[in-house]
Structures are given as C-alpha cells and as structure tokens.
C-alpha cells in the first residue's frame, strides 16, 4: 500500500446534510485526486489537486467542493447531499519525483449511501 | 472515452500463466501503457507500466509490441487472489491529470 487510508470507511446519511470524507497520505506525493465509482460509470475524477490550496474540477465535480490546507489531507465535502451522490469514493495520489511518468496509488475507498 | 480495448472476461486455470491482451491502437508516441487492478470492492491497485520495451516487476510482465498497438499483460503463475477486474489505461507520460478507466477485464482465476 501507498500509505493512504481514507475516513469513514462507510457511512450513510441522510438527503440533505453535509458528508466530509477525508484522505490522508503518508508518502509526501504532490497531487491527490478524489474519483467516484459508479456501476457502469468505472472511476471518474471529481476533483484534484496539485498542491496545498491548489485544486480544480474533475469531470463529475458539480455538488462537491474539496479543500487542501496540508501537503498530507485532501478533505471532500458534499455541501447537500443528494441520493445521487451514493456511490464509492476513492482518494488517489501520485507525483513522488518521477520525472516522466506518473503512477496513481489509490486509497481502500469510501462506501456513501445517502438515503 | 477509453482509448483502450479489453475482451469482457477471461478464465485461468490457478497455477497457469494469466495472458491478458490489450488493443491501443490510436497510441502516440509520448503515451504509456499502464495496468491497474480492481479487487472486488477494493481500490485499484498499480501493477505495471511501459512505454516500448517490455516490463517485468515482481506481480507481472508486460509485452508491448513492435508497433505498440497491443500489449498483454502477464501473470506467471495465477492464484486464486487474482481474480479481479483489470485495466488498461493509455496515458500521457508525466501527465498528472485523471486516470481513464475502461470496462476491463474480468479475470476468474479457478
């Protein structure tokens, strides 16, 4: 492993609350990369970020914002959770000094059902 | 949109070399060919890389062809722990934008 765990593993919520799910990493890479996954979708990134406080929109990012404040945490929050954000969340990072290739290491995920 | 192409599922007797083929045939020269795996409801996990020449690390090898239109990945010796889904993914090298999954291929390893 990567050094990469992921909090909660699971929760539910409820329609309309706020959800935070944090990633926390170990191994000082550069960039960390919140994905979803959905059957029949595989992964899709929802936002990404290339350093602390610098981030930008994945494909599916519309409902989520992400915060960065440390090298090490990359925070996602679903300000109004809707039953559509129930899926698999997997936080990833890469940029550990490889000069022409980059390999993304991804976390055990995080299992939302919002009801 | 995937750039890749994978057969849907694939069998392997545990014990016998798992081949998994992968086409890539709008493949441009700066782009590497990168194997992940899906362990069932478990994150990917890297296994290997290449841009030309073929790779060997401690899970698998990987044969690009000639051409680089192709490639296969491969598990010497299957277990039972294999069984999962995998991807191939093209990929610009020291890009550092997302991960474009396919559909994969379903490895049952039995």
């Known amino acids: 492993d990567a050094g990469i765990t992921q909090s909660p593993r699971h929760k539910v919520t409820e329609t309309g609350t706020p959800v935070t799910l944090r990633c926390h990493q170990t191994?000082?890479?550069?960039?960390m990369y919140w994905y979803r996954q959905d059957p029949g979708h595989g992964l899709r990134l929802i936002h990404y970020s290339y350093g602390v406080k610098d981030t930008d929109k994945g494909e599916v990012s519309d409902g989520y914002s992400v915060s960065r404040s440390k090298t090490e945490d990359f925070l996602l929050t679903l300000e109004s959770a809707t039953s559509s954000q129930t899926s698999v969340y997997f936080c990833?990072?890469?940029?550990?000094?490889?000069?022409?290739?980059?390999?993304?290491?991804f976390g055990p995920g995080t299992r939302l059902t919002v009801l | 949109d995937a750039k890749t192409t994978q057969p849907p599922s694939m069998d392997c007797a545990e014990g016998r070399a798992a081949n998994l083929p992968c086409n890539h045939s709008?493949?441009?020269?700066?782009?590497?060919v990168y194997w992940y795996r899906q362990i069932h409801s478990q994150g990917p996990q890297y296994i290997i890389h290449g841009l030309k020449n073929n790779e060997t690390n401690e899970m698998a090898s990987l044969i690009i062809t000639e051409d680089r239109k192709s490639s296969t990945l491969i598990l010497p010796h299957a277990t039972l722990r294999d069984t999962a889904v995998y991807y191939c993914?093209?990929?610009?090298?020291?890009?550092?934008?997302?991960?474009?999954f396919g559909k994969g291929t379903k490895l049952s390893v039995k």
């Open positions: 709008t493949i441009s020269g700066n782009e590497y």
């Open positions: 990833a990072i890469s940029g550990k000094g490889q000069k022409y290739t980059d390999t993304q290491y």
């Open positions: 993914i093209v990929r610009d090298g020291g890009s550092q934008g997302n991960l474009i």
């Open positions: 191994e000082n890479h550069r960039y």
